[in-house]
């Protein structure tokens, strides 16, 4: 498989990186990105929230406090700048069973636990696991993402009110039809065009805002009758307040909310740190995963206690955010306070903007996220790693995005387990002195121990065998395990049997275990040897 076929496009699709600029160092030119794109991302952010919303059972105020608290607080500590958070979809389809159950004041208890949760997640720097998602894992994430964007949209083809928008896709409904379809359709490959050619245009603003803007200022001026972002809700409110949820302090309280809370902090986690590992792939950075943790959790936290839905990072707005320019916390600031201002002041002119203009936008997002070039190599990769990224992609559609990834990197351990199974065997040969000799080669663990134990034939082995693991080894208990058993075998035909060539992490295994450790004089690494079998003097020192 090439290298990166994740940072071949991101490399396509980024602008020059300037994220090693300092705050001090960073000039009016870049300010002036920062907010175009902080303004860009803002505007897209409108409708998702609404939608998500809608989805989670509360009121569309909820949803735009979430994304306005969470936006603002992980673009200040969060651990890559360039991130957009806010309230997404795979949250709020965990969240509706509960709202309708419980009420939206559980659903505040929930994410202010979901927040903790996630907080202690970062000081104990879970975060680091997220390296453990094997790569084809993300080529499948990410095609599975562009995907959900993509079926997101076909609610705003659908007459208003009567579909059901969730995380992963639109149901129910009535299709737009005739002539309105074929203006929306116009408006947005209007918008895609804006949005392909600007930039060899000028670059004085970011692509996708200018697409919006175009696109909204003919609407407006024609006077042109298209679904709207004001059809989908009222954005006009004031600023979010302290609001302590109002439930009973009791156990009943914590066992309804704690599995929820763990559900939604462990998808949170997950969906945040695979997209900074993807604004990583972008901007050239890494590491951060900790301190995501604890941005995510603390926005959470504070969301629950101001009426919001909670969030996470949203890899959608992630992307326009980068592709405008986004390099620095001010991008994501900017958003999040812009999405504020909206709500207070602004709610009238915002709710004018077409859907068609943002759909538009999401649509050029999509383009940019499918990893197009991993179609070109499922041939030429291993044909499990071709298996998990078009499962990991499926699932991702199916289900929801956290989901596929735990399924990805199951199968994937599975498959390299069952590869490293199969890779156990041994050189033979004899020494001058009569013994027979195993030269181990390949890891000793679990899924190999079957096969370890039959490379050994001690019915007709000379009276001594060494095992040398100097090309192997020995993994964990079920491989210690399978030491002792041969070296049983060798017991009961009345023969000696010497371990040799042991790692150091291998002796205190089998110390652990309860194994003696033996040095040797002329074996100058290690040697271990089963206790049974030097008390009876089958297995010694050689």
């Known amino acids: 498989m090439p290298r990166s076929t994740l940072a071949s496009f991101a490399r396509r699709i980024a602008p020059p990186d300037l994220s090693n600029l300092s705050p001090r160092g960073i000039t009016p030119e870049r300010w002036r990105i920062e907010i175009l794109s902080g303004l860009t991302v803002a505007l897209a952010l409108v409708p998702e929230a609404v939608a998500f919303s809608f989805v989670a059972g509360v009121n569309p105020l909820v949803g735009l406090y979430a994304a306005f608290i969470v936006g603002l607080i992980t673009a200040i500590m969060g651990g890559r700048p360039g991130m957009i958070s806010g309230a997404t979809g795979a949250l709020a389809v965990v969240m509706v069973a509960l709202v309708a159950q419980h009420g939206v004041e559980y659903l505040f208890a929930t994410v202010v636990l979901m927040g903790l949760i996630q907080i202690a997640a970062g000081v104990f720097r879970l975060g680091k696991f997220i390296r453990l998602v094997p790569h084809p894992v993300m080529l499948g994430f990410v095609n599975g993402l562009a995907i959900v964007i993509f079926l997101a949209q076909m609610g705003q ?10 995380g992963h896709g639109v149901s129910g409904g009535e299709w737009i039809t005739g002539w309105p379809l074929i203006i929306m359709l116009g408006l947005v490959a209007l918008t895609m065009a804006v949005i392909h050619y600007i930039p060899k245009v000028t670059k004085a603003i970011p692509a996708p805002l200018a697409g919006i803007l175009i696109t909204a200022i003919l609407v407006i001026a024609f006077g042109i009758d298209v679904p709207r972002v004001g059809d989908m809700a009222s954005i006009q409110g004031g600023l979010p307040s302290l609001h302590i949820p109002v439930v009973p302090l009791n156990l009943e309280t914590l066992r309804i909310i704690l599995p929820y809370a763990l559900i939604l902090a462990a998808i949170g986690l997950i969906e945040s740190l695979l997209t900074l590992n993807l604004v990583g792939e972008m901007t050239g950075k890494r590491g951060g995963a900790s301190q995501e943790c604890v941005a995510q959790g603390v926005s959470n936290t504070v969301t629950g206690f101001f009426g919001g839905m909670g969030g996470c990072a949203m890899i959608g707005q992630s992307m326009i955010n980068v592709k405008s320019g986004g390099r620095t916390r001010i991008a994501g600031i900017a958003a999040a306070l ?27 997002v999509v383009i940019g996220t499918f ?37 990805g990197v199951i199968v994937s ?15 033979t040969y004899e020494t001058p002195e ?7 080669q390949g890891p000793l663990f679990f899924g190999s121990a079957e096969g370890f134990s039959e490379l ?3 019915a007709q082995d000379p009276s001594v065998v060494i095992v040398d693991f ?37 002796h205190e295994l089998l ?14 690494d290690y040697q271990i040897a089963a206790d049974y079998g030097v008390r009876t003097g089958i297995i010694g020192g050689h």
């Open 157 to 166: 083809f659908k007459v208003p009110g009567t579909a059901e928008v969730s």
């Open 338 to 364: 812009f999405l504020l201002l909206f709500i207070m002041v602004a709610s009238p002119l915002i709710e004018q903007i077409p859907l068609a203009a943002l759909v538009g936008v999401m649509f050029m």
């Open 371 to 407: 990893a197009w070039n991993s179609l070109r190599i499922l041939r030429k990769v291993p044909l499990t790693d071709a298996a998990v990224i078009i499962l990991v992609t499926v699932v991702t559609v199916m289900t929801d995005l956290a989901t596929a990834v735990v399924v």
């Open 413 to 427: 351990a599975l498959a390299y387990a069952w590869s490293n199974a199969t890779r156990i065997h041994a050189k």
């Open 434 to 440: 009569g013994a027979k000799v195993y030269q181990i």
């Open 456 to 458: 050994f034939t001690p």
């Open 470 to 506: 100097a090309d192997s080894r020995v993994a964990d208990q079920s491989a210690l395990q399978a030491i002792e058993a041969v070296a049983g075998k060798y017991q009961d035909a009345g023969k000696k049997i010497q371990l040799r060539h042991l790692s150091r992490d291998c």
């Open 511 to 524: 110390a652990k275990a309860g194994q003696l450790i033996i040095d040797s004089d002329d074996d100058p």
